[in-house]
């Protein structure tokens, strides 16, 4: 079993910054990939950014260069700091871990919510 809490979640005006934060905890010690998705009102899930256990990147076009994705590998957690936000970025953003060959999981979400 994993366990997904996710964290910073909130309310910022355009231009202004949050950081979300999910820890994983269960019976995985490693993951091969830890990110976060978006699901925006109407819209499908989208990837928004993920990073391997080499620290190897992938981020969506719309978020390249505003938001960065890190991970604690000790601590099993990932962090998405996001800069320059803009009110396209509200969303549920999920956090996103992946591990053995077939293996996801997605936390439950936390709100992001950006006013103009």
């Known amino acids: 079993q994993v366990q997904l809490v996710e964290s910073g979640g909130g309310l910022a005006q355009a231009g202004g910054s949050l950081r979300l934060s999910c820890a994983a905890s269960g019976s995985i010690s490693s993951f091969n990939k830890m990110g976060w998705y978006r699901q925006a009102p109407g819209k499908q899930r989208e990837l928004v950014a993920v990073?391997?256990?080499?620290?190897?990147?992938n981020y969506a076009a719309a978020v390249e260069g505003r938001f960065t994705v890190s991970r604690d590998n000790a601590k099993n957690t990932v962090l998405l700091q996001m800069n320059s936000l803009q009110p396209e970025d509200t969303a549920v953003y999920y956090c996103y871990v992946a591990w053995g060959w077939l293996y996801e999981k997605w936390g439950k979400g936390t709100q992001v919510t950006v006013s103009s």
């Open positions: 990073i391997n256990n080499n620290g190897v990147t």
